[in-house]
């Protein structure tokens, strides 16, 4: 029995990898359950006996990937009081993620639409997790909708590709952000 279980779960994680192996290749909106099956090296059909639905493989799926590759932690950023050195390590921190990881980001980003719903959720929440934890530590005077689009466009993953096709080291282009971020709130603060 123990044998079986075994091998139910080395199936199941085989099945798993090629799904992730798949999304950050072709992506989700290309990957199918028989190019999944392929990969793995299993017949369709075991693959639905692990996984009823495609939500189900998703789930798995995406668990696996982030349990080696976790988003940046926001709450090491509140340690920071100051508003720029804070949004400087994290966007460092976000865009090094981001480089390590372009091509499932790419594919996912671009697939979001197609992926259950539930994955779009969770990026849409960590992004927003990020974006008050940068939002919150600049003065409440300098909190206005300039800041607010200034700092959403700064840890949107295509602000970053734009940003390393420019073949900018990571720190520059966190540094090239923070600097635009900074200067637009000391620029309207001068003003008033």
Not at 41 to 70: K, M, N
Request: net charge negative.
């Amino acid at each position: 029995m123990r044998k079986r279980r075994e091998d139910v779960e080395q199936t199941r994680q085989r099945i798993v990898e090629a799904a992730v192996e798949l999304h950050g290749s072709v992506g989700p909106v290309n990957t199918t359950f028989s190019a999944v099956a392929e990969l793995a090296g299993v017949q369709r059909s075991t693959i639905y006996r692990h996984f009823p639905d495609e939500a189900a493989l998703f789930g798995a799926c995406t668990s696996h990937w982030l349990a080696s590759h976790p988003w940046p932690r926001p709450d090491d950023w509140r340690r920071e009081p100051d508003p720029a050195t804070r949004l400087e390590r994290a966007l460092t921190e976000l865009y090094g993620y981001y480089d390590a990881n372009a091509q499932m980001l790419a594919n996912s980003f671009r697939d979001i639409e197609v992926m259950p719903a539930f994955v779009g959720e969770f990026m849409r929440a960590q992004l927003q997790n990020m974006h008050t934890a940068l939002v919150e530590a600049w003065p409440e005077d300098a909190r206005d909708r300039h800041l607010m689009v200034a700092i959403a466009h700064a840890i949107d993953f295509r602000a970053w590709q734009s940003l390393s096709s420019q073949s900018l080291a990571t720190e520059l282009a966190a540094q090239i952000m923070t600097d635009m971020v900074a200067g637009s709130v000391q620029a309207r603060t001068s003003r008033t």
